[in-house]
């Protein structure tokens, strides 16, 4: 059992910033990256930003220059960090994960590991 819980979402003015948290806890053997996606009202899910364990990232163009991902391997800990932030900014930010668990001596690896979600609204 694997478990990706998020923190850090809320309400903020336009020009701010807030910081994402997102732990993984449970039976994890490895992590292979992890992420943060957003949902909009009316809108498909898109990623926002990702990084993998060796700390390669990728960003989603209309987020470059103001959201910058990190991760901390000893805690199996993502992080985004959200400055200059738009009112289009505003989603359910969910975090992921692509991750090997241990259960029972089985080592599964899956791309679908997924938190709650925190929402994110960003006020003009």
């Known amino acids: 059992q694997v478990q990706l819980v998020e923190s850090g979402g809320g309400l903020v003015q336009a020009g701010g910033s807030l910081r994402l948290s997102c732990a993984a806890s449970?039976?994890?053997?490895?992590?292979?990256?992890m992420g943060w996606y957003r949902q909009a009202p009316g809108k498909q899910r898109e990623l926002v930003a990702a990084i993998t364990s060796g700390g390669m990232t990728n960003y989603a163009d209309s987020v470059k220059g103001r959201f910058t991902i990190s991760r901390d391997n000893a805690k199996n800990t993502v992080y985004l960090q959200m400055n200059r932030l738009k009112p289009e900014d505003t989603a359910v930010y969910y975090c992921a994960a692509d991750l090997v668990s241990y259960y029972s001596g089985t080592l599964t690896e899956s791309n679908d590991y997924w938190g709650q979600g925190t929402q994110v609204t960003v006020s003009s």
């Open positions: 449970g039976s994890i053997f490895s992590i292979n990256a």
